[in-house]
């Protein structure tokens, strides 16, 4: 059953840290997402990728956040310096051609 | 700007019961709407989805009810189980995939036994 894998899923760190989040996408899939899940907001979209290439990031705090895939195998999603309210759940989703969306089981950051 | 807005916020259903969830836009432009289920600790999983050339998508228990002119759309579970505890999310795009879409806040349902 294929299925996107995303390490670690909890991660505990100090305010001021870098924070790396990986993503492994479903083979085949062109597409890949990165949405944050909070109470307050519900999911919001930070940033997708097609064919590798960055499409929109709009939903993302440029000065502190980027995301990047290095190849078809791998995204990432990096905080510096992490701050006390990214603390949320960071899911990675990918699709082939856009339709439907697979989600991983997500990364679950708090910052201290 | 909450362009997808879900309700309610939380729902109890006795086992065997309906249980309904109702989702409003006012984007015009948007032309798909999936239902996603989340169980916790995972992600949210595709549950059912329709586009706006129909009204009614049934898929087993689970059913979409979709008002154009109202632009609202609706997720009825029949015969609710207490596996179907779980919270849900309607959400809408505008480009008939799943690129900028955009969530509801979200259902929490507690079916009891």
């Known amino acids: 059953d294929a299925r996107v894998t995303q390490t670690p899923r909890h991660k505990v760190t100090e305010m001021g840290q870098e924070v790396t989040m990986r993503c492994q996408p479903i083979?085949?899939?062109?597409?890949v997402f990165w949405y944050r899940q909070t109470m307050m907001q519900g999911l919001e979209l930070l940033a997708y990728f097609r064919n590798r290439a960055p499409l929109d990031d709009s939903g993302m705090p440029k000065d502190r956040f980027s995301a990047e895939m290095p190849d078809a195998t791998l995204a990432t999603l990096k905080i510096q310096p992490s701050e006390p309210r990214d603390s949320a759940v960071y899911f990675c989703?990918?699709?082939?051609?856009?339709?439907?969306?697979?989600f991983g089981n997500g990364t679950r950051l708090t910052v201290t | 700007q909450q362009q997808v807005k879900q309700s309610p916020q939380s729902l109890i259903v006795q086992k065997g019961g309906i249980s309904i969830i109702n989702c409003a836009y006012e984007n015009t432009a948007f032309d798909y709407f999936p239902w996603y289920q989340q169980f916790p600790g995972k992600g949210p999983a595709l549950l059912i989805a329709?586009?706006?050339?129909?009204s009614e998508k049934k898929e087993g228990r689970f059913t979409i009810s979709f008002n154009k002119s109202a632009k609202q759309f609706s997720l009825h579970i029949m015969d609710s189980q207490p596996g179907d505890s779980a919270t849900y999310f309607c959400?809408?795009?505008?480009?008939?995939?799943?690129?900028?879409?955009?969530f509801g806040k979200g259902t929490k349902l507690t079916v009891n036994p």
């Open positions: 083979l085949g899939h062109n597409t």
């Open positions: 959400a809408a795009s505008p480009q008939g995939g799943s690129e900028k879409l955009v």
């Open positions: 989703a990918s699709a082939n051609s856009a339709l439907p969306l697979h």
């Open positions: 329709i586009r706006p050339d129909v």
